[in-house]
């Protein structure tokens, strides 16, 4: 028999989607309903929403409850007075009070940190939540234009000369070419993709830097102002936003306003006239020597102390911000490099301040505009609905879910490009924590925009991590990558496993390989079934409630469910066939379906029964009595 005073709270849900909030993006004075539901047999007498606006708490009582299929519901009518209202539940059983917040049900009166959040008036780019994004690295991704590329001994940078790499040949290390060592992939070879990324079922871009600079990367900048030449400059971006567009492809830019080149007009202005304007944009140390980003002598840091470079980036109508936003180009957001360290330069914390004004510049230009913000940490304090919309979410998705796949984690190690290390892989319930601990501190409608991402540009890509490389275990992490909360990011090649290395970052930066028979297609399959399986269930990957429904040292299964429909995701590391009894009570799930591959799956009295082979992973789509 079950225990109700410890099983119900596994039962109780809320959520700010369509399922729990009449309206999830109110505006001020708007009316709506909130609602919470839990098992039918729960011993609960009452519950209560306690809500806190700007510091004042209020206290009602919900209706008398309404039961619909296999729960009961309770809900409460609320004006939203204030632009944002925090709240939690409180639930009267005969063993007293326990309290119901993102994080779950607990007896002791919860703090505020994971209370439930509406924002009204969200300027949300609707378009992110489930999207699939496709990360290229310009110059590595495909040459269209043989005409514009830089050419051998074109110019000295950094200690060496431009050369230019066979297309398909192995990319150097730093200390040879420098990142003065070029393939030439350009914007018009972006656009003659545009089929394989429909193939792939992708929905958006994340392009890095392409404005004018010297490297390959081009986080050197050298223009804010003009796409590099080298890659077809601004009439090649005009086309490839109006061809994406076409297609319903969006697209985001990244850019670094932290630092510039050394090879920027304005760095060479400080540098030649310290009486200039320019020379204010830029951090100096007391002895008057510039100051550079991570001391790389060819990054000078910005400094935001110079009112005239913050019109330069966000405060002027044809700022940066705004000017790529704009027609001709329309590009759809904004990666932002090192965006946790832009105007923190020594004594200076302008930090939020900046990110709070490029926030409205942005939606103010575009409210439908994506912006992202690099950290590799907890980026709480930034993602509160007035500064990034995510972080490139390594923090909530890439770390843990490595580190479930037995690899340690390398922000610790401070090892970010080199040789990857294994270790002790977490486990079910720590790879719990590390997911729902982000999850539950977000205001909520945020939760729907994470980036998130298995490597980048900046990573090594795992299935080159040979020492613990297993095919299955690889479905498993993209299955729950693919069913976190927000966006999906991955890297170009990564589906048709491009060749490289994992001893360096240029390990993943080898040119994309276009030769169809060199292509391992089980990766291509999977990546563009996941892709489709976005699109076909759409609204439950980009608004269904995400909750864990059993761990054990060896398995995670997780849940994505939004009114009748509910997915759930199981990941197995287990060496031996062995069959799985997963509660699904929390979903009322009635009947369930593989959707990856031919398992055997069945419900029985609120269980999901399955077996599946070593390591083997799963998709299932359940219909539930909601």
């Not at 081009?218 to 102002?225: G, N, Q, S």
């Not at 760095?267 to 001391?295: C, M, N, T, V």
Request: proline share 5%; net charge negative.
């Amino acid at each position: 028999m079950p225990n109700l005073m410890t099983d119900w709270k596994w039962t109780v849900c809320s959520e700010v989607n369509r399922d729990f909030v009449s309206n999830p993006y109110p505006v001020v004075c708007e009316c709506i309903t909130v609602a919470i539901r839990m098992s039918k047999d729960a011993p609960v007498k009452r519950v209560w929403i306690r809500g806190i606006t700007e510091g004042v708490s209020f206290r009602i009582p919900m209706d008398v409850p309404e039961q619909r299929g296999c729960f009961i519901y309770f809900q409460v009518n609320l004006e939203m007075e204030k632009k944002r209202l925090n709240y939690r539940f409180e639930l009267e059983t005969p063993d007293g009070f326990f309290y119901y917040t993102s994080a779950g049900v607990q007896r002791v009166c919860p703090t505020e940190e994971h209370n439930f959040v509406i924002m009204c008036g969200m300027r949300n780019p609707e378009w992110v939540p489930g999207a699939v994004f496709y990360q290229i690295f310009p110059d590595r991704f495909r040459e269209g234009d043989p005409s514009i590329g830089v050419v051998p001994e074109e110019y000295q940078y950094d200690g060496a000369m431009t050369s230019v790499i066979p297309w398909g040949q192995e990319p150097p290390e730093y200390e040879e070419g420098r990142c003065v060592d070029f393939y030439n992939g350009d914007l018009a070879g972006i656009e003659q993709a545009i089929p394989h990324f429909k193939e792939l079922h992708v929905d958006a871009l994340y392009i890095n830097p392409i404005f004018s600079a010297k490297t390959n990367h081009r986080y050197d900048c050298t223009d804010y102002f003009h796409v590099d030449e080298h890659i077809g400059g601004d009439d090649a971006l005009i086309s490839l936003m109006e061809h994406l567009h076409e297609v319903e492809i969006r697209a985001i830019l990244d850019v670094s306003i932290n630092h510039t080149g050394i090879e920027h007009v304005w760095f060479k202005k400080a540098q030649h006239d310290p009486d200039s304007e320019e020379a204010g944009f830029y951090d100096r140390f007391p002895s008057g020597l510039f100051s550079y980003w991570l001391d790389v002598p060819t990054l000078p840091q910005l400094n935001y102390k110079s009112e005239l470079l913050r019109r330069y980036i966000w405060k002027d109508n044809d700022s940066l911000v705004r000017h790529y936003l704009k027609a001709p180009f329309k590009i759809d957001g904004w990666r932002f490099d090192v965006a946790n360290q832009v105007g923190t330069m020594g004594g200076d914390h302008y930090c939020h301040r900046i990110w709070r004004g490029i926030h409205s510049a942005v939606k103010n230009e575009n409210a439908q505009a994506y912006i992202i913000g690099e950290d590799w940490e907890d980026s709480i304090d930034f993602l509160q609905g007035d500064q990034w919309d995510s972080a490139m979410n390594y923090f909530a998705s890439c770390r843990p879910i490595r580190s479930w796949l037995g690899e340690l984690d390398r922000y610790l190690m401070h090892n970010y490009g080199g040789e990857p290390e294994s270790g002790r892989a977490i486990t079910g319930s720590e790879l719990q924590q590390a997911l729902e601990q982000h999850l539950s501190r977000l205001p909520n409608q945020l939760q729907f925009l994470q980036f998130n991402l298995l490597d980048s540009h900046d990573t090594a890509r795992f299935y080159h991590h040979t020492a613990i490389w297993d095919w299955g275990l690889y479905q498993g992490a993209l299955y729950l990558l693919f069913s976190l909360p927000g966006a999906v990011s991955y890297f170009y090649g990564d589906e048709i496993a491009l060749n490289g290395h994992s001893r360096s970052v240029e390990g993943s930066r080898y040119a994309m390989e276009w030769d169809r028979s060199k292509w391992d297609m089980k990766f291509f399959t999977l990546y563009s079934r996941l892709g489709e399986l976005r699109h076909t269930y759409h609204d439950v990957f980009a608004y269904g409630a995400f909750r864990t429904l059993y761990t054990e040292d060896e398995l995670y299964s997780c849940v994505r469910f939004l009114g009748e429909q509910a997915i759930v995701t199981i990941l197995n590391r287990r060496n031996v066939r062995h069959e799985y009894a997963i509660p699904v009570n929390l979903i009322g799930a009635v009947s369930c379906e593989s959707l990856m591959q031919d398992v055997s799956t069945t419900i029985t009295d609120q269980v999901l029964h399955i077996v599946l082979n070593p390591k083997e992973p799963a998709i299932i789509i359940c219909r539930c009595a909601v």
